[in-house]
């Protein structure tokens, strides 16, 4: 079993619509949950962490559900510039050692908004 | 915002040279440094950790004779593909730890490294 998983996609949708992807991960004890957005031949960008409690900036929401290792993002009045790959982040080690934070990545979810 | 750079850009090599790459934290101190590689249509692979004065920590599979990592200073981390072979033609990504924010991690450009 990977140790991130996300649908790969792609997911068509129209300007305007709402659209949710989602994330599993393996390790129990991972603490650190994040969102990065990659453009085509681009460096992947942080777009928001992932807390227990849930949290959103602006059309973005983030959610993590710790009981079911499962992880989502909502996007809602989606623009053209949100067309990108959004990848699942997870920190497995979940604590910051002398040795930094290392990331697992999910293959991501490949979204197209269309007009 | 913290900011990494990384050069070159893109190099395209002949199979059997070396090709060294540059990863620089701009205006912070980067306690660690990663190396990951993207192979087309597939997730980032973290290749090795690499702590400022200190040998590189590689990830299973990963060969460090001929990915040979330097970390000199707490901005500098280099990667050197040695004999490279059309196979490790990639995208090479490097991010950066703060010694303030431990627990984000800010990405460099990235390289695209073709071998013919």
């Known amino acids: 079993r990977k140790e991130v998983e996300q649908d790969p996609g792609p997911f068509n949708v129209p300007e305007g619509a709402t659209v949710a992807f989602n994330c599993t991960y393996s390790n129990s004890a991972s603490q650190s949950f994040f969102w990065y957005r990659q453009d085509c031949r681009k460096e992947p960008k942080l777009l928001m962490s992932v807390y227990s409690s849930g949290n959103e900036d602006g059309r973005f929401t983030a959610q993590l559900n710790r009981a079911s290792q499962y992880i989502s993002l909502l996007i809602r009045d989606s623009k053209l510039s949100d067309s990108a790959t959004y990848l699942c982040v997870v920190n497995p080690r979940g604590t910051v050692t002398g040795g930094g934070n290392k990331l697992t990545f999910g293959t991501g979810t490949q979204l197209k908004v269309e007009l | 915002g913290a900011v990494v750079s990384q050069h070159p850009s893109w190099v395209i090599c002949k199979s059997g040279t070396s090709v060294k790459i540059e990863c620089r934290s701009l205006?912070?101190?980067?306690?660690?440094m990663f190396w990951y590689r993207q192979f087309p249509k597939q997730s980032l692979m973290l290749m090795a950790t690499?702590?400022?004065?200190?040998?590189?920590?590689?990830e299973q599979g990963v060969e460090k004779d001929k990915f040979l990592i330097n970390h000199a200073s707490l901005t500098l981390s280099t990667l050197t593909v040695t004999s490279a072979h059309p196979e490790d033609s990639s995208f090479y990504i490097c991010?950066?730890?703060?010694?303030?924010?431990?627990?984000?991690?800010?990405f460099g450009p990235g390289t695209r490294l073709t071998v013919t």
């Open positions: 690499s702590n400022e004065g200190s040998k590189a920590t590689y």
């Open positions: 991010s950066a730890n703060s010694v303030l924010s431990s627990y984000e991690q800010y």
């Open positions: 205006d912070f101190q980067a306690t660690t």
